[in-house]
Structure formats: structure tokens, C-alpha cells
Nanobody, 122 residues
Framework: VQLQASGGGLVQAGGSLRLSCAAS?????????GFWYRQAPGKQREFVAT???????NYGDFVKGRFTISRDDAKNTAYLQMNSLKPEVTGVYHC????????????????WGQGTLVTVSS
């Protein structure tokens, strides 16, 4: 499965962005979509949010109600609505998917690709 994260950009603090994660290729039934971000090269990738096939969601502690993850299975796409953005969430955002048939799509550190850059100015 190929994953493409998009929707990043430059926004002022307090603004909003909506990221997308589009899956294509050999798609099994996707159980989980998830977003992670990395503030800077060399730093650990941090968990942002996941959503299950039943709509169950989980968020990183720093999100604090400002982000909402959703999915559209007809489009094989997940979305991350990011509101009240703060400079500290600036970074490259990546997505990953999990299916019971194939496991995580991105399994190794080198699998994550370029992601989409979110820059929040103060």
C-alpha cells in the first residue's frame, strides 16, 4: 500500500489546517489510520492521532481537543483537522495504516517518506 500525506503549509498561530492521508495500491481492509509528526530531523516521531474502522479515536496528549481525526473509507483517505495551531506543533507529518492482513504499512524508519510539512508561525 502507498500512502500520501498532504495538506501541510504555513499558517499563523491560532489558524487551522486539514491534512489528508490517501491510501492506494494493494489495499487490504484498513483497520487503523494514524498520524505522527517529527519536529526536526533526528528527533523522535511523536504520536498525533489514530482512528479505527469502527470510528474509535485516540490522540496524543499535546492535542488537547484541538485536532480531530476522521476517515472516508470510500475514498481510502483519512483526515486530520488541526485547529488552534501552536508553533510547537511545527514539523513534518506522516501517516500510517494498519490492517490485520498486512500489519503496519510503514514498518521501518526508512519507510515513512517525505510527509507533509506544517509550519506554524508565532
Amino acid at each position: 500500500v502507498q500512502l500520501q500525506a498532504s495538506g501541510g503549509g504555513l499558517v499563523q498561530a491560532g489558524g487551522s489546517l486539514r491534512l489528508s492521508c490517501a491510501a492506494s495500491g494493494s489495499i487490504f481492509s484498513i483497520d487503523v489510520y494514524g498520524f505522527w509528526y517529527r519536529q526536526a530531523p533526528g528527533k523522535q516521531r511523536e504520536f498525533v492521532a489514530t482512528i479505527t474502522s469502527r470510528g474509535g479515536t485516540n490522540y496524543g496528549d499535546f492535542v488537547k481537543g484541538r485536532f480531530t481525526i476522521s476517515r472516508d473509507d470510500a475514498k481510502n483517505t483519512a483526515y486530520l483537522q488541526m485547529n488552534s495551531l501552536k508553533p510547537e506543533v511545527t514539523g513534518v507529518y506522516h501517516c500510517n495504516t494498519f490492517s490485520s492482513a498486512a500489519g503496519w504499512a510503514r514498518k521501518n524508519p526508512g519507510d515513512w517518506g517525505q510527509g507533509t510539512l506544517v509550519t506554524v508561525s508565532s
